[in-house]
């Protein structure tokens, strides 16, 4: 089972990172611990959200650049011209 293997591994990293006397690698280890259920399963299973954080980050980019709009529908579709969405069926006054 790929879980239970990557689960092994995680434990002997924790073993590790216990043997090497590093005061904050050690403290790192809670933070695994506490995430440990998503860290396995970005292992076993080939999914990501890269796709959607870089949309994400595009429209950041564009709310930081559209300061001077006034109106939030246009600002709108700014950004979802900018993410080529052609059937916006939308009025600009």
């Known amino acids: 089972d790929k879980l239970k293997e990557i689960k092994e591994e995680l434990y002997r990293y924790y073993d590790l990172v216990k043997a090497s006397g590093v005061v904050e690698f050690e403290r790192s280890i809670s933070t695994f611990q506490n995430w440990q ?3 396995m399963n970005s292992f076993a299973f080939d999914l990501h959200n890269g796709y959607v954080e870089g949309i994400n980050n595009q429209t950041k980019v564009i709310k930081r ?29």
Request: aromatic residues 16%.
């Open 37 to 39: 259920k998503q860290i």
């Open 65 to 93: 650049n559209a300061f001077g709009f006034k109106r939030f529908d246009r600002f709108r579709l700014k950004v979802l011209l900018h993410h080529q969405y052609k059937n916006l069926r939308v009025r600009i006054n």
